[in-house]
């Protein structure tokens, strides 16, 4: 199960419903309050169906760049025994456009011809460009070279989950944003849903929280500061992850 794409891909699936429900209110958009997002790391648990299957640790550092800063955000994760990740995401601190993204999933499904899929792509002048590759079983790596203009607004896929904490969302309102999906070289209308203030208990703690959701997927953010995700959940809430542990930056490699 690749947890970040396949939950992020049930986002954009379920978009095309959200957005003609959305139709029936003013037209919002989606936005990203980035400057809002702290100098974090935070490990989560996976549980499937209640039994521990894995963990991730996320990582927001600020960086200073020649024109201002950016913010890098890192992720680690292994879902036993399916698969291991790595993604790291820069975005504008200022205007939270994306900057660049690498993401790379080594999957071990016996039935699989596909063994691993990466991405590394920046962006330059308003397109994306860069490389995707997929591996064989029999060794052989195709890589497929990416260009394409990013419409204005567009954010990374991931943006709606581990930027969700700052989003412009308020208890009710169903908002969209264009999101660029890297895997597929496509560009989608994303809607979510922001439900009403509650509060969740996981390991590291309770904690006062807002779900935001679509038709499969609800993750719970906090709405006071330092802003984080502490959990996330199916809709049939088979599949969780649950804030664990929160620590210290570890900087990462430039």
Not at 106 to 129: C, I, N, Q, W, Y
């Amino acid at each position: 199960m690749r947890w970040l794409c396949s939950l992020l891909g049930s986002v954009a699936a379920a978009a095309g419903a959200a957005g003609a429900a959305a139709q029936s209110s003013p037209a919002q958009q989606l936005q990203f309050d980035v400057a809002a997002i702290p100098a974090t790391r935070d490990s989560f648990v996976f549980l499937l169906r209640g039994e521990p299957r894995g963990f991730a640790v996320w990582q927001y550092e600020i960086r200073s760049v020649e024109m201002g800063q950016n913010i890098v955000f890192t992720a680690r994760s292994e879902f036993r025994p399916a698969e291991e990740e790595r993604l790291r995401v820069v975005l504008n601190r200022l205007t939270g456009a994306p900057v660049a993204s690498f993401h790379h999933i080594d999957l071990f499904a016996p039935g699989s011809d596909t063994v691993m899929v990466e991405h590394d792509l920046d962006v330059k002048r308003g397109d994306v460009e860069g490389r995707r590759r997929v591996g064989r079983r029999n060794g052989d790596v195709q890589i497929i070279p990416v260009s394409k203009p990013l419409p204005a607004g567009a954010v990374w896929s991931s943006y709606v989950l581990y930027a969700a904490a700052v989003t412009n969302l308020a208890p009710g309102d169903s908002l969209t944003v264009p999101v660029y999906k890297e895997f597929q070289d496509t560009v989608v209308t994303v809607s979510l849903v922001a439900g009403q203030p509650t509060a969740v208990q996981v390991p590291a703690g309770r904690f006062e929280v807002l779900p935001i959701k679509n038709e499969d997927f609800v993750v719970y953010v906090t709405r006071a500061a330092p802003r984080r995700v502490v959990k996330g959940e199916t809709a049939d809430r088979a599949f969780s992850f649950q804030l664990a542990r929160i620590g210290r930056v570890v900087p990462s490699q430039p």
